[in-house]
Structures are given as C-alpha cells and as structure tokens.
C-alpha cells in the first residue's frame, strides 16, 4: 500500500528560500564587518598638506609591512594628530609608484616634512626608538 503525500504549497516553498536568503545576506554582513580595516589611509595626496607624513610602504604579501606598522603603532598613538600616517600600498598603483620613485620595497618608511620635502628613508627599522627618533628629526624641521 502506497501513502501519496500531499503536495508542496508555493508558499512553503517561499517562505524556505525567503529565510535562506535572510540567514546568508546576515552572515555576508557579519563576515564584511569581522575584515581587517587598514589602520592607515593610501591618500598619498596627503604628503605636504601642512603637516609632516609617515609613508610605510606595506606589502600584503610579506611580513615585513606588517611587523613595521606595528612598530610605528605607538608612535601613531603620540602623533596622530600632528602627523599625517599613510601606506603605500603595493596592492594599489600610486603605492608602486611611489615605491619606484623611492626604490624602496616593502617595510621601508619614507619620512616628509610638512612641506612635503623628502627628509629620511628608513629601510627595515629594526625598533620603535629608530622610528621615533626619525620623526623628532622631522617634527624640528
């Protein structure tokens, strides 16, 4: 003996895909809100605006970008309002430019006055006190 089963109504059928498609446009949003924000604009326009820069140039490909930004992290903290930190990313066109203009590679930090004259380049700064001691120079400028 066969039981014939009553058939799906639209509706149910609706209300199924309505909630699946509310659950994913949920998680999409959770997950785009849980990425990485980069701590430092790539507005390389913002060199001699008035204040000194900071250019680290950040590759996302190796580690050395990542390990300089946390050294420049404290002194972003002291100077943030006194001084313009950027990145030049290598992901982005202007950041390889200027990383060709410079001939730096990731890691390096390029220090400006604020009327945008080059003053220092650091290659692979090996501390905090070597960065910040670069930027006294140029707050004195």
Known sequence: ???????????????????????LGASAILIWTQL??????????????????????YDV???????????????RDEYGDQVEFLVASLG???GRSFAQHYQITSGAVVFFSADASQTYTVRGPESTEQLHRMLERVMKK
Do not use: C, F, H
Not at 1 to 12: E, F, G, I, Q
Not at 61 to 75: D, F, K, S
């Open 1 to 23: 003996m066969t039981v014939a089963t009553p058939p799906k109504s639209p509706l149910a059928t609706w209300k199924k895909w309505l909630i699946y498609t509310i659950a």
């Open 36 to 57: 990485p924000q980069s701590p430092y604009p790539t507005d390389l326009d913002r060199i001699g605006v008035g204040k000194p820069a900071v250019v680290l140039v």
């Open 61 to 75: 490909n190796t580690a050395g970008g990542m390990m300089v930004m946390e050294l420049l992290a404290p002194i």
């Open 92 to 94: 982005l066109p202007d």
